[in-house]
């Protein structure tokens, strides 16, 4: 849409309704944004054609051709997971297209993921070098000197699309979309790296390229993250369904209040940007415009915690500090591992744990070695387990 000069071959590996979807409706959907007044929507034209991951022979011939400069991956913090049978993985698959990219041409590509990891790029580039470690010793030296790895920053809420979305989505377009997406009016897209064979213009878009990530991850991940996080977890345990129900409960709009102090002690950015990327989340969180599920925000704890909640926990526990927010949140996830169906990559593992005796130690130690031997810590997420249980008795 910011170039018309360039198109998307679009993949999916797990769900294999929406190419198809997608195809019928020649690679057109609408965006639908929502806040607080009237939707708009637009249709996007961008995608050339979409694809399920069965079609092996298809997405190694797009991969090989020096038609294809780039490629974006959206595969969650738990498809940078490697397991035994890598081809089955995203990884895996990035791998066999580069595999028979250096066999082809050889022509250099930049790989641009999209996810929540602080330095994303370079965590691509670790797993793309530990799934290559067995392969030939010129295929290895491409990758470092021809594959780019883009480090990126993505923010903005997009909740799963319902059946009142797709009616909403016609009514607005005359479009039958039945793959419509929504969202916010919010949006911001950094990047930082190389694009040697060029790329779209996407700055016609909003997008900003840097030199330094780390600041706006670090911000974004605890902010905005953390803070979904935290919701996820401590919401429904309070009996709230949505993240602007969660920041309307008294005892949610505290505990974020407080997050976002605690995170703030430890941010490289200046306080007033801060202070204003506070407040803009205030706004996001509340609009009733974009509802955004708790659970569908609580998929894949063990991935997003780490990343999310514990640099700002450790960082406290090293000043001897025992702060509620992040407590909180671990609680939550306690709860609800052993409570709610868990969507998660470790899910059987930290189900059982969830269930076992010393379960706060027992469940930490999954994540951190470290923070699982602080007793003060274990007993804290303990207690705020009651404490949360005991708060949902009294709000309801």
């Known amino acids: 849409m910011a170039d018309p000069d360039w198109g998307i071959a679009a993949y999916t590996f797990r769900n294999t309704e929406l190419p198809r979807t997608l195809a019928e409706q020649d690679g057109l959907y609408s965006l639908q944004v929502r806040g607080e007044g009237e939707p708009r929507a637009e249709i996007v034209d961008a995608i050339s054609r979409a694809h399920p991951g069965s079609e092996t022979d298809q997405w190694l011939a797009d991969l090989a051709s020096p038609d294809v400069t780039l ?42 993921p999209c996810d929540n990891l602080p330095g994303n790029g370079g965590v691509l580039r670790e797993a793309i ?29 997009t909740p799963a699309t319902t059946e009142q979305d797709v009616t909403a989505t016609a ?3 005359g479009f039958e979309d039945r793959a419509p997406v929504v969202t916010e009016p919010f949006s911001e897209w950094l990047l930082a790296g190389d694009f040697p064979l060029g790329r779209p213009a996407w700055e016609n878009s909003g997008a900003r390229f840097v030199d330094d990530l780390a600041a706006y991850e670090q911000r974004k991940l605890w902010f905005l993250n953390g803070a979904h996080t935290l919701l996820a977890y401590a919401g429904p345990a309070l009996g709230c369904a949505t993240v602007d129900e969660a920041v309307r409960h008294p005892v949610l709009a505290r505990l974020t209040a407080s997050w976002w102090d605690v995170a703030s002690r430890h941010a490289s950015l200046p306080e007033e940007d801060l202070a204003d990327y506070r407040q803009r989340l205030r706004q996001r ?6 509802r955004h599920n708790l ?11 780490p990343a999310r909640i514990l640099p700002v926990l450790r960082a406290e526990r090293a000043a001897q500090r025992m702060p509620d927010a992040p407590v909180a949140a671990l609680a939550g996830w306690l709860i609800h591992l052993r409570d709610r169906p868990v969507s998660d990559p470790r899910a059987d593992e930290l189900v059982s744990l969830a269930h076992s005796a010393d379960a706060p130690r027992r469940v930490l130690s999954a994540l951190d070695v470290t923070l699982a031997n602080d007793r003060e810590l274990v007993s804290a997420v303990e207690d705020y387990v009651e404490h949360l249980r005991l708060s949902a008795g009294r709000t309801v």
Not at 295 to 303: F, M, P, R, Y
Request: hydrophobic share 40%.
């Open 129 to 157: 070098r530990t799934a290559a470690a067995g392969e030939a010793p010129d295929f290895r030296s491409w990758i470092e000197d021809h594959v780019s790895f883009v480090d990126t920053v993505v923010d903005r809420i």
């Open 295 to 305: 659970l569908q925000i609580a998929a894949d704890g063990s991935q997003k915690i």
């Open 71 to 112: 490629l974006t991956l959206t595969i969650t913090e738990a498809g940078y997971r490697l397991s035994g049978d890598q081809d089955g993985t995203a990884i895996g698959r990035v791998l066999a297209g580069l595999r028979g990219r250096h066999r082809a041409s050889g022509a250099p590509i930049a790989l641009v």
């Open 171 to 173: 009514r607005l377009t």
């Open 285 to 290: 969180f509340s609009s009733r415009g974009v």
